[in-house]
């Protein structure tokens, strides 16, 4: 069975509560920019995009065509029906990754091309660690607080085992700058980003705790004028549904030429 990270309900709840409140939706405006540069590459015209997120409303104003669907365990897309999946800044979310990556590439036409974006690496690693330290001052113990984000090598690794062809991963670094620690959980309440993690504390938090937290923030990483800075980590992941017309890896040992005469350099032998 599959370890619950994230408290669905309070995901939700998060959520509309951000969006009845005025959602800060700057993440998804930059995340849509890469996903379109990145689309801008591809020569291939698209004609029947899917896209899962949990903020419907930037995507569908860029894609009005497309089919949006909630990022929801079970994802409500057909069997082969789409040219290209868009899984929009929601896969660190999932309790199973990899089981949202394999219901997308089932719904991909072969040849269907899979783009994923989402917080991940450094992502928030300011805020993780100064909360981390201060309650480790103030109460003598740690919790979960800020939701755990995939690093660049392994969420490569779910696309292969996903089943997608050609996969790629890269990464695009933003740093956005606060007044101070209270300004920067705002914006990630306005966001719906908050700690909707299963195993977060359920009591009151002690002032102190956020207080030193603040001090510790303040002094590790501010930007020299009196602000803090925080980083925002996109993770875009891509990959293709296998298709015969894509390029295969040649067969060990089949290849024509030797990579010596090609550098034009003497061979040294191996020894045993």
């Not at 899979?114 to 201060?134: D, E, M, V, W």
């Not at 620690?181 to 956020?210: C, I, K, S, W, Y």
Request: glycine share 8%; aromatic share 6%; proline share 7%.
């Amino acid at each position: 069975m599959t370890a619950q990270m994230t408290d669905r309900a309070a995901l939700l709840r998060q959520r509309a509560r951000a969006a009845a409140e005025g959602p800060a939706l700057f993440l998804h405006e930059a995340a849509l920019a890469e996903v379109q540069d990145r689309l801008a590459m591809v020569n291939k015209a698209f004609t029947a995009p899917g896209i899962v997120t949990g903020w419907p409303a930037p995507w569908r104003a860029a894609f009005p065509d497309a089919a949006i669907v909630s990022d929801d365990p079970t994802l409500e897309l057909e069997t082969q029906a789409h040219d290209l999946i868009i899984h929009a800044m929601a896969l660190h979310w999932s309790d199973d990754p990899v089981g949202q990556l394999i219901q997308a590439r089932r719904a991909l036409k072969p040849d269907g091309l899979f783009l994923g974006i989402l917080p991940g690496g450094t992502t928030l690693h300011q805020l993780r660690a100064s909360l981390a330290q201060a309650e480790s001052q103030i109460t003598g113990g740690l919790s979960p607080r800020v939701v755990p984000t995939g690093e660049v090598r392994d969420l490569g690794g779910l696309l292969q085992r996903a089943g997608l062809a050609l996969p790629v991963v890269d990464s695009a670094p933003l740093t956005a700058s606060y007044r101070d620690m209270t300004a920067l959980m705002h914006d990630l309440r306005a966001m719906g980003e908050g700690n909707a993690m299963q195993a977060r504390p359920r009591n009151f938090t002690r002032r102190a705790v956020f207080d030193r937290a603040a001090q510790i923030y303040a002094g590790a990483f501010g930007d020299g004028t009196g602000r803090i800075i925080a980083t925002y980590d996109l993770i875009c992941l891509t990959g293709w549904a296998p298709d015969p017309s894509q390029q295969q890896p040649l067969r060990p040992g089949s290849a024509t030429a030797r990579l010596a005469d090609a550098l034009n350099t003497q061979e040294t032998p191996l020894g045993d």
